[in-house]
């Protein structure tokens, strides 16, 4: 034993040396009969300690039953942002998360899959992709999650639509599967109780940006979602969490390699984030985009992705033979009009309007303010800083700064130009949608700074940079 001229116990609980704290917290030798406490576990991780599976499933309990505080939370995600929990500890968190409540169990007659993205700027794929998918013979419980640092969330898009509710308890998730083939909706107190602790809490307190946490967070639901494929849209670029290609291909390789060892047949694609998906951001005009596609427009950034994510996981699902195959297939679900019609009966089994998709512009809430941004020079548009974009919707109220804040759903951006147009002076950019016009004012000021225009046209990157193997 080691010999200080205070108490062992106190010197590791200070940290002084090693030595004690290996000997008095446990990090030696523990047995199943130590006690482990918030406290303790957010200090091994802090000093960079590896956490056991026994520690993160106590502490996965802990945020699910209330034993955990939200400091204590926020505590451990800035731990985990700064130092990392390592591939074990990843792997132990998820399935951690996955297993402090419950999983669902489906007898459906076709595969159960989902798609999940890793956030970004007018990506509002899901609501073209979930219906499509179900239109093709899959069924998809799709768990979303709300806006989360500078990007939009799935769930707020759809309850721009009125009377839709996302929150739905065990039995109304099962008839909107049952009648629609497909449910986008929030994780109910007992899917993933701890990520959804942990979740609110990261959006507040800047540990969003962390490969181990957002590993967690999405897989956690979606394994416990009964999932038997999905497919992972990695984005990467200035509206991306993940800004450069080291950083995609690392989450890309933990998400799949997290949920394969899980039991759940994954793959993933990479792609691009340097400009919004769809031209627009801002929860009701994200539907109106989506609505576009299901009704008529078959060209553009977000049909294509939602082809190729459709295909990849029908692929893996055994639906159709090969990834071309389920391209077309799900081309041809939108095309027929049969993913809107389907689309149309999630809403409604949701709560929302009977005849959503034959008359939705009128359904969906409007902006008091639209304004246009215009050009100040000419030549073409080279970059856009997608993340000052978002969070220019954010101040628009289109998301929250706190968890407590309520989102005004007509707010946003539209119209918004591609990467490489040529555009005269004052020429609109985009055009701004705002509740007051002094927020229209200051968006128009962020904005101006985060599109770049030059004088020499660049080439646009590609959609999709790489696919996993």
């Known amino acids: 034993m080691p010999t200080h001229p205070i108490q062992g116990w106190l010197c590791a609980r200070l940290f002084q040396c090693s030595t004690c704290f290996q000997l008095f917290s446990g990090r030696a030798g523990r047995t199943g009969a130590d006690i482990l406490d918030a406290r303790s576990i957010i200090a091994a991780l802090r000093d960079r300690h590896p956490l056991t599976g026994r520690e993160l499933n106590w502490f996965a309990n802990g945020l699910a039953d209330g034993r955990v505080s939200d400091a204590q ?3 451990f995600a800035m731990a985990a942002v700064l130092n990392g929990l390592g591939e074990e500890g990843r792997v132990a968190l998820t399935l951690a998360m996955r297993d402090s409540g419950e999983t669902l169990k489906w007898d459906l007659p076709g595969p159960v899959i989902d798609k999940h993205s890793t956030g970004g700027l007018g990506d509002c794929v899901s609501l073209v992709l979930a219906p499509a998918l179900a239109a093709c013979g899959a069924f998809v419980p799709m768990i979303s999650g709300r806006g989360l640092g500078h990007t939009g969330g799935t769930l707020d898009k759809l309850e721009a639509i009125p009377g839709l509710r996302c929150t739905l308890d065990d039995w109304q998730f099962r008839q ?66 993940m800004k450069d290609m080291t950083a995609a291909r690392a989450l890309a390789t933990a998400l799949v390699e997290t949920a394969n060892a899980a039991g759940c047949r994954t793959t993933a694609v990479i792609s691009d984030m340097n400009q919004p998906l769809a031209p627009a951001l801002g929860n009701a005009l ?109 101040r628009l109220g289109g998301g929250r700064q706190v968890e407590s804040d309520r989102i005004d759903p007509s707010v946003g ?12 002076p004052g020429q609109p950019l985009l055009r701004i949608h705002a509740a007051r016009p002094e927020q229209a004012d200051q968006a128009e000021q962020i904005l101006q700074q985060a599109i770049r225009i030059d004088d020499l046209q660049s080439d646009p990157a590609p959609l999709i940079y790489e696919r996993s193997v």
Do not use: H
């Open 176 to 241: 909107v599967m049952n009648s629609a083939g497909c449910a986008i909706v929030a994780a109910s107190d007992r899917i993933a109780p701890a990520d959804r602790r942990l979740y609110a809490v990261r959006d507040v307190t800047a540990t969003v940006e962390s490969l181990d946490l957002i590993t967690a967070s999405i897989l956690s639901k979606k394994l416990a979602a009964g999932l038997e494929a999905l497919v992972l849209d990695v984005k990467v670029g200035s509206g991306a969490f």
């Open 413 to 424: 951006l539209d119209k918004v130009l591609a990467l490489g147009s040529r555009v005269a």
């Open 286 to 394: 994200e539907v109106a985009e989506a609505m576009k596609v299901l009704t008529g427009a078959r060209t553009g950034r977000l049909f294509d992705l939602c082809a190729e994510l459709g295909g990849d996981v029908l692929c893996l699902s055994g639906l159709c033979a090969d990834t071309e195959k389920g391209f077309a297939m799900i081309r041809a679900a939108i095309a027929s009009g049969r993913a809107a019609e389907t689309f149309g009966r999630m809403v409604a089994a949701m709560g929302g309007p009977q005849q959503f998709v034959e008359n939705w512009p009128r359904f969906l809430p409007e902006a008091t303010v639209i304004r246009e941004l215009t050009a100040r020079r000419a030549g073409y548009i080279t970059a856009m800083d997608g993340e000052a974009m978002g969070l220019a919707v954010i």
């Open 73 to 75: 939370a926020g505590a």
